[in-house]
């Protein structure tokens, strides 16, 4: 397990997402030889434009993403969808492949009983489309997310942090091969 570096992104840029909260408790849960950097350079990525140059921010989420081994989504839904800058992020990368046989964990939180599942099944079609690795495991809907999160934004919900820890197992085991 050696060497196994793994990035974390968020489809919220709210300060305190429930998202970004599920990203941070994965942190935590990770061997300590594996490491880990949540993206945090969302807010700085320009529209999608076919055929426009790439800006230092568009190049440098590429390069991450090809330096790492895996990589977590943990997405909140909007409007029965993916949030358009995470679409946004992922339609960069269409042409040149960064996620072409990448190992992926998709999760989506949600404050209502369905727990994302319009975002997640769509955000999971999209990485389809884009060449990632996964199975029948890599998906995790977290529904009533405002009820297992404290007041600092916590994860606290035993049953959750042991799901999170299955998408972890998982996920290396498909790194693994
Ligand atoms: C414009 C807007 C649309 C939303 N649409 C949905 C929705 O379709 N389904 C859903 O489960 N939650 C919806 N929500 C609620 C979000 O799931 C909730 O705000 C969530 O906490 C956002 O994730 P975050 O905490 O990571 O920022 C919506 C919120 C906003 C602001």
Known sequence: MKNIRLIGISGSLREQSSNTAILRTIETLLPTEVGFEIYDQLHLIPPFIPGEEETDAIKDFKKRISNADGVFFSTPEYAFGVPGVLKNLLDWTVST????????????????????????????????????????????SIPDIKTKLSKENDLTHPETIQQLQDQIKNLLKIIAG
């Open 97 to 140: 492949g960064e996620f072409n046989e990448k190992p992926v964990s998709v999760i989506s939180a949600s404050p209502l009983y369905t727990g994302g599942e319009h975002a997640l099944s769509s955000l999971l079609l999209t990485l389809t489309a884009l060449g990632t690795t996964r199975n029948e495991h890599s998906a995790l």
